[in-house]
């Protein structure tokens, strides 16, 4: 039964009639007690009229007769020990121990049915074994005390003539010095291997140090990092308002004043706090090295770090500022133009470094920076890696970490890939197409294992059609092979965002986001600062011809996008997917 105590009752509401359950063949079982069933067939009732055998209800125990002899405690029927002798007509046991037999199928010893009599078993503390035999009833008796391995009658000459005791000692023992020998040989060959590597080593490493040369061994074929590290005076930059701080340090919006030069170029600069660990600046410098060794329009690029007593990192200064925030504050003028050339756009971003062997860990809306309205670049290396030329994934060791972004293998045993990046992705573009909302609002990070592993997902966003959502589902498959590669979202989303109302369904698609603020933007930065000088920071590091006398303003470097080519077909807002 399922209640715990006589008390309980079932409670039944808004069933169908009997009448017409009984038409349909929903119908209970004609054991189960009261009618009371979760289903058809004998083990689908709640509780059963007569007996219970395992999980089925039945009409009688077996007995007196069946191939398994049965008795009955209570309503319940179990079966009888093994070693029970079936009986015909009469009941076989009851119980289920071997000491609650009728008659024994085989030898009883004292009051326990038993297979075989024992033999050398050790029946008290003095360790002494023990040997019986059966007699002519099948009861065991115990052997003459000088026979050492069995008898077949209850006298000294029933011991058999060929048992030699020392013949089994003889061999116990040859047997544990063959394996002692085997053992010690083992023991020394590894030794000698192990002496001889050693010897080897020592050997090499002797002669590279006389020669003082190291030959490559076994060449990577990777090409060289050829990135330039440039190393930034603390006089070079001016620090102008605080951008953000964290448990780090703090980020600021700033100028940069190269020595010898007159032109001011907007940065931001990352410092770190005053009396930080060594593991803080190692993070900071290797982060330093994955963005400089990054050259993508749709990735922000290092441009300097300057080594005073805490560490600061100079990055380009993007106007707009995150991403997150953006669609957040204009979502009544974006358009599915710009969501949809977004998309494209952080797609391009992370194939270029799934192409450089970068693996990101931290994509989302947050760490993607707005240089203008058409222009977006990924950022925050923070807890990016690199792989090297024979690794496929990257497992880290512990840290704060991003649960509701990360794929499910990144959450439960830490292992990275470009395609656990992938999932990320599709999150991120979940952000965008809810203007910001965020994912698995109001459920604990720690829940979030369990809730994928069941199948939930992120819901379909009400702008998005069912094309769109697909991707995203797309992205968060549980094996990661069957997630889509980055050049494959490149693909699909610049497909649609050549005809993007087909895709993303928007009242007032052709609002149009607001008007450039970079000169705006900039005033307000630099407060009564000298507007004349002011350069970009690509401008600055890939100068064009004539430059100094032709320099673009900074609202009007744009990023890529799709142009929307002629509008066909119907949005397909169908939902397929509900999360539950």
Request: with cysteine; net charge negative.
């Amino acid at each position: 039964s399922i209640f715990r105590n006589p008390r309980q009752r079932l409670f039944q509401t808004h069933n169908k009639p009997p009448e017409q359950c009984g038409n349909e063949g929903l119908v209970c079982f004609h054991l189960c007690a009261q009618g009371h069933c979760w289903g058809p067939g004998p083990t689908q009732c709640v509780a059963c009229e007569r007996f219970l055998r395992g999980q089925e209800c039945v009409a009688s125990c077996n007995l007196l007769d069946g191939a398994v002899r049965e008795h009955a405690n209570g309503t319940r029927c179990l079966p009888c020990h093994p070693e029970c002798q079936p009986q015909n007509g009469t009941e076989t046991c009851f119980g289920s121990d071997p000491d609650q037999c009728v008659a024994c199928a085989h030898y009883k010893d004292a009051q326990q049915c038993v297979r075989r009599c024992p033999s050398g078993v050790k029946a008290d503390a003095s360790f002494v074994p023990v040997w019986k035999y059966p007699d002519e009833f099948g009861v065991c008796q115990l052997c003459p005390t000088n026979c050492t391995h069995s008898c077949t009658i209850r006298d000294e000459d029933g011991c058999p003539v060929d048992q030699k005791p020392s013949q089994v000692t003889s061999i116990i023992a040859g047997v544990v010095g063959a394996l002692l020998v085997i053992v010690l040989l083992l023991i020394t060959v590894i030794c000698v291997k192990r002496r001889r590597q050693q010897e080897r080593k020592h050997t090499m490493r002797r002669l590279l140090q006389e020669t003082e040369l190291v030959e490559p061994l076994t060449p990577s074929g990777a090409l060289p990092n050829q990135a330039q590290m440039r190393i930034l005076k603390e006089t070079e930059l001016k620090k102008v308002k605080v951008l953000g701080s964290g448990a780090f340090g703090t980020v600021y919006k700033g100028i940069w004043i190269p020595d010898g030069e007159s032109v001011k170029i907007p940065v931001a600069i990352k410092v770190l706090r005053e009396n930080t660990s060594p593991k803080a600046n190692k993070e900071i410098l290797d982060e330093a090295y994955v963005m400089a060794g990054v050259g993508s329009p749709y990735v922000s690029r290092l441009l300097g770090i300057c080594l005073t007593s805490t560490v600061q990192l100079v990055t380009q200064l993007m106007p707009y500022g995150c991403l997150l925030d953006y669609v957040r504050e204009n979502k009544d003028h974006i358009g599915s133009q710009d969501l949809l050339n977004w998309c494209v756009q952080i797609a391009k971003g992370m194939s270029y470094l799934e192409e450089v062997r970068l693996v990101h860990r931290d994509l989302a809306a947050r760490n993607v920076l707005v240089k203008s309205p058409n222009h977006v670049k990924i950022t925050d290396f923070g807890l990016a890696r690199l792989l090297d030329i024979d690794e496929t994934e990257y497992h880290a060791d512990g840290g704060k970490v991003p649960i509701k972004w990360m794929a499910l293998e990144s959450i439960l045993r830490r292992r990275f890939t470009h395609q656990s990046d992938v999932w990320s992705y599709g999150v991120t573009v979940w952000e965008l197409m809810t203007f910001g909302a965020k994912p698995y609002d109001g459920i604990p990070a720690r829940e979030i294992p369990d809730l994928l592993e069941k199948g939930e997902r992120l819901p379909q966003p009400p702008i998005c059609t069912i094309d769109v959502y697909m991707i995203m589902v797309k992205c968060w498959m549980i094996d990661s092979e069957c997630r889509p590669k980055f050049r494959e979202l490149v693909t699909e989303f610049s497909r649609m965002a050549r005809d993007p109302q087909r895709f993303v369904v928007i009242q007032n698609d052709l609002v149009g986001l607001p008007g450039s603020m970079d000169s705006t933007f900039y005033r307000a930065l630099l407060d009564e600062e000298d507007m004349d000088d002011l350069v970009d920071a690509e401008e600055y590091l890939v100068p064009h011809h004539g430059f100094f006398r032709h320099s673009r303003t900074l609202g009007e470097v744009v990023g890529v996008c799709a142009c929307p080519m002629t509008p066909g077909g119907v949005p397909n807002m169908s939902l397929t997917l509900q999360s539950t």
